[in-house]
């Protein structure tokens, strides 16, 4: 008998096929996000779900007694509960590797905007107020051959580095939990304390995972450290900066921009202060967001679940909950 699988999320017709040869296979239909209580009634006797960032936790596991794997269509999955999680043998997939070379450029789109005013100017000659030529204050930032600093040296901070490295001869210094001899020596990186990369780098790119550790890990402190000049770019997770601290270092001009993909709170309230800068760009949670990439991303997502309820094949159960 196939197993009885829930997909929360919307999937290509080609991941959804797959799933169907595998599985008995029910979805939701609707055009908002799934709430928590109509995911419990439409999963209630589903053995696997695949999802992008429903929060599963112990009081969504109690009253979903088939469930034994969870696949996030995502790298991060800070939505799981990793101890209930663990409590009650559940298993629980993501899609890492697909999609590195994809965050990784959105990061440097990030950079690129932010330091040559993409997005601003963008604003300024579509309100016609391009009068003459290149005067001094549209200038930007310079971002070849400066000073790009890497927090969270995985593998999205690996091709980040690599472009920064190879494509634009920056000085690339990093800090991470644990130091990557090999990556340093193949990409020319330097380790550096915490303290010491936000008090060099020309852009500081966030890319640690949310953990309850890296929750608020940048916040004044770490803001007062950057340079003025100094660009801010996050492309991990919203919690793992005080926005009210980011908002507070670009009213103040202790930093002179930022480029952000994640919120604290998404979509970003509409009369967030972050909405009046012309110093800040802002996408809406993109890092991953091509065809190709969530393509790949939702057949392995796919992938996962099948074989995980197989308990045969390739699986990427996320490290915690490794056996
Ligand atoms: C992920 O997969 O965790 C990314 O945030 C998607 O952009």
């Known amino acids: 008998m196939k197993p009885k699988v829930y997909v929360a999320t919307s999937l290509p017709q080609q991941a959804i096929a797959y799933l169907e040869e595998h599985c ?25 779900v695949l999802l992008t960032g429903t929060t599963i936790d112990e ?17 991060g999955y800070n939505n799981f509960d990793l101890q209930a999680m663990r409590a009650r043998g559940i298993l629980g997939t993501h899609t890492p590797y697909v999609l ?28 016609g107020h391009w009068v003459k030529g290149s005067a001094a204050d549209l200038f930007g930032t310079d971002v070849h051959h400066r000073t790009l600093g890497i927090i969270g040296m995985g593998r999205i901070g690996e091709a980040i580095a690599a ?43 966030l890319m640690t995972p949310l953990t309850p550790q890296t929750q608020g890990y940048i916040g004044k402190e770490a803001f007062a450290r950057m340079k003025s000049s100094a660009f801010f770019i996050n492309a991990s997770r ?13 009213q103040t001009g ?31 949670h993109i890092g ?4 190709e990439t969530r393509f790949e991303m939702a057949m392995l997502a796919a992938r996962n679940l099948v074989h995980a309820l197989r308990g045969d094949g390739e699986v990427h159960i996320v490290k915690e909950l490794q056996p």
């Open 24 to 48: 008995e296979v029910s979805r939701w239909t609707g055009d908002r996000g799934i709430t928590k209580e109509a995911f419990i009634e439409e999963a209630a006797e589903a053995e696997g």
């Open 59 to 75: 009081s969504l596991l109690a009253r979903l007694p088939h469930l034994r794997v969870v696949s996030n269509m995502s790298v």
């Open 100 to 127: 590195d070379d994809t965050v990784a450029d959105l990061v440097f789109a990030l950079i690129l905007s932010v330091s040559r005013r993409i997005a601003e100017l963008d604003r300024f000659v579509r309100a």
């Open 163 to 205: 472009r920064g490295r190879l494509g634009f001869g920056m000085d690339v210094i990093y800090h991470n939990r644990s130091r990557k001899p090999d990556v340093e020596d193949r990409l020319g990186l330097r380790y550096v304390e915490l303290d010491e990369l936000l008090a060099e780098a020309d852009f500081v790119v």
């Open 238 to 250: 919203g919690q793992t900066v005080d926005e009210a601290a980011l908002v507070e270092a670009l």
């Open 254 to 284: 202790q930093i002179a921009g930022a480029g952000l993909d994640v919120f604290e709170q998404e979509p970003i309230p509409p009369d967030h202060p972050l909405l009046q800068m012309e110093q800040v760009v802002l996408v809406p």
């Open 288 to 291: 991953s967001a091509t065809a």
